[in-house]
């Protein structure tokens, strides 16, 4: 099977810089009769304010590419630049910081913790941050209005519905102005009207610049992004731009 790599971005899309550059990234478990290929020497760039779907069916390898993208796993080989950043080889430390600073992470479960606020959920990461209370509320409230729950700042997870609780969620990703928006099958848990709200969601960020990457298995979402990306077995299959502006 022929390996498709593409870089080239929309026409609306600047390309003073890649968010994301992988470079022949392979990620090998076990070995010899016993190995398995997650990735399999997997080139692809991601400029900034992209808005582009991962897709592929159990083991095709898109989630283990998302915990590379994330800083969440190693790759056993290859490159990978974050804005500019070779992370690779980078200490847990260094990682843990680079995922605080420069990415936001968007789950199909949410994460929430019950027992804290919506407001309280939002600011976790910037307390990590080292961010002051007060710029802390200030952000947390501003990330909450962006995605329409201004006047649900203080419900916690228990008084908010599926869809209300992504929205935390994603505020949460948002608000420490990450250079890209990861989200793990973010509309796997809603249902049809609630997913259509979450991905206006992230359309609107992505016109706000974000750049955002869904992974997904719903070919429906992933018409709703400017281009999808297809692995099967380890490889990209495909790679197409949807016209999306």
Do not use: W
Not at 207 to 231: D, M
């Amino acid at each position: 099977m022929v390996q498709v790599q593409s870089s080239a971005p929309p026409a609306s899309v600047s390309t003073t810089r890649p968010a994301i550059a992988l470079s022949h990234i392979s990620k090998i478990y076990g070995s010899g009769n016993t190995e398995v290929r997650a990735l399999d020497s997997v080139s692809l760039t991601i400029h900034a304010g992209e808005y582009c779907a991962i897709m592929g069916t159990s083991g095709s390898g898109k989630s283990t590419l998302m915990n590379v993208m994330g800083c969440l796993d190693r790759p056993t080989s290859g490159q990978y630049f974050l804005d500019g950043v070779d992370v690779a080889h980078l200490n847990e430390k260094q990682l843990a910081l680079i995922r605080n600073r420069k990415i936001g992470f968007v789950f199909q479960q949410f994460h929430l913790l019950s027992q804290l606020s919506a407001l309280e959920n939002v600011m976790l990461p910037m307390i990590y941050g080292g961010v002051s209370g007060r710029e802390r509320r200030s952000r947390a409230q501003a990330a909450l209005e962006r995605v329409g729950l201004g006047t649900r700042l203080h419900n916690r997870p228990n008084q908010l519905s599926g869809g209300q609780q992504q929205r935390v969620a994603i505020a949460r990703a948002i608000v420490n102005e990450p250079v890209v928006l990861l989200a793990d099958e973010p509309t796997g848990a809603l249902d049809t009207t609630t997913t259509a709200e979450v991905m206006d969601i992230f359309a609107r960020l992505n016109q706000q610049s974000i750049t955002v990457i869904l992974v997904t298995h719903e070919p429906g979402v992933a018409k709703q992004t400017q281009r999808t990306v297809c692995f099967r077995d380890g490889k990209i299959i495909e790679d197409s731009f949807n016209g999306k502006k």
